[in-house]
């Protein structure tokens, strides 16, 4: 078959690579002036890898993922880890044993502490929302401490709205982990590729089968000479806007470069309670990159306007999934296109799950 796929980003890309070592011809298009989409990172004057559009962090449990885009890179083994500062104190998020240590007088953390493993036992995590429904007074407190210290002031400047205003399963989301590991993901598989996502994705798409065009792009008239489109684009774009616009939040970015060779003392620091940025990456930590200087971001959360910034986050609420499904119900009715990736699915995935639905995409023709 002739194949199109909207969007370069590591979906589009995913099915492209399978799509053309089955025999079909693809054609790749992205309106912009590179591959990669969200995950693309360039090495700077000082050998240091900037991921353009925010920290990006490779872990997954699906093998199946993990094996498809490590044909295409080396990893460099990182294993994430975030502070948050809370109180004055540096203390490890997710809120751990060792957060409690960090932040309460002794005796009290060691209150907490046991029962914490007394109700619930080690290595578990615990959604704050069931943390409140032990019906213990200690418990109800470290729950109220974390809800306000940690979640609270960060859902506002990130979501621009209180976390109740929110889907339920976001606040749910929240855990405590009982535990002094102070990785932020405990997956099987989890690394930043040596050459960086975008020599990644450059490996993905080098085959005789694909065609890239950059700066171009999608218009309709474009289908008729292609047997089938995957579009990783927006959805309510391809369909003109004609049920109203999906909300999305974005960010700005501020990149500064420091003459000196460290900038914070971790790769990602959260700042839930303090100042209009929710965090600051610094991008050497990545691939432990022995330069002189260093490179970090301020992230500051942004409502998205259409044309003038980026639409990072869907906003997940139920006014929002009734709205995609409408547009859902219009994709069925064009058998010629399928919608997949963060855009077209109105769905944040992490790389490996817009890996994963890539390879399922596929499997299907
Ligand atoms: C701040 C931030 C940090 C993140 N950190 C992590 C992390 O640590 N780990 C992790 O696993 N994931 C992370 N993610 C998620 C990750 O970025 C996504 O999983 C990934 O980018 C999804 O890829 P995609 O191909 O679906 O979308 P995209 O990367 O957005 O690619 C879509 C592409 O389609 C193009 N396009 C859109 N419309 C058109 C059109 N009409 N015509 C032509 N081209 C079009 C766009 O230009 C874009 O290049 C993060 C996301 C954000 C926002």
């Not at 932040?103 to 502490?113: K, N, V």
Request: with cysteine; net charge negative; aromatic share 16%.
């Amino acid at each position: 078959m002739k194949i199109l796929v909207v969007g370069c980003g590591i979906s589009g890309t995913t099915l492209a690579r399978v799509a053309a070592e089955r025999g079909h011809t693809v054609t790749v298009i992205d309106r912009k002036d590179h591959v990669a989409g969200n995950c693309f990172d360039y090495f700077d004057e000082n050998g240091i890898d900037v991921h353009q559009y925010g920290t990006h962090i490779f872990h997954t449990d699906e093998k199946a993922a993990w094996d498809f885009v490590s044909r295409f890179t080396q990893w460099y083994p990182y294993q994430h880890e975030v502070l948050a500062l809370i109180d004055g104190q540096y203390v490890p998020i997710p809120f751990n044993l060792n957060s409690i240590q960090a932040l309460f007088p002794s005796t009290i953390a060691t209150r907490l502490e046991e029962k914490l493993l007394s109700h619930f036992g080690f290595n578990v995590k615990v959604p704050i929302l069931q943390l409140r429904q032990t019906g213990d007074g200690d418990l109800q407190f470290l729950a109220d401490y974390i809800y306000e210290k940690v979640f609270l002031h960060y859902t506002l400047k990130q979501w621009g709205m209180k976390p109740e205003d929110l889907d339920p399963a976001v606040t749910g989301r929240v855990p405590v982990y009982i535990s002094r590991d102070n990785r932020y993901f405990q997956n099987r598989y989890q690394g930043i590729p040596l050459a960086g996502y975008t020599a990644m994705i450059e490996k993905m798409l080098d085959h005789e089968a694909i065609t890239v065009k950059l700066n171009t792009p999608y218009e309709h008239s474009m289908k008729t000479d292609f047997d089938q489109v995957f579009y990783s684009g927006p959805i309510d774009e391809y369909f003109d806007y004609c049920e109203g616009e999906l909300p999305y939040r974005s960010l700005r970015f501020e990149f500064l470069t420091f003459d000196r060779p460290y900038f914070q003392r971790n790769s990602v620091i959260n700042y839930p309670c303090n100042y209009d940025f929710t965090r600051i990456g610094e991008y050497k930590y990545f691939l432990d990159t022995p330069a002189e200087k260093t490179v970090v971001s301020y992230e500051y959360p942004q409502a998205f306007v259409n044309g003038e910034n980026e639409r990072y986050y869907p906003v997940p609420s139920t006014a929002n999934q009734a709205l995609y499904a409408r547009y859902c119900e219009m994709a069925e009715r064009d058998d010629k296109v399928v919608f997949m990736g963060r855009l077209g699915d109105y769905c944040y995935y992490d790389m490996d799950k817009a890996v994963k639905r890539g390879l399922y995409l596929a499997n299907t023709f």
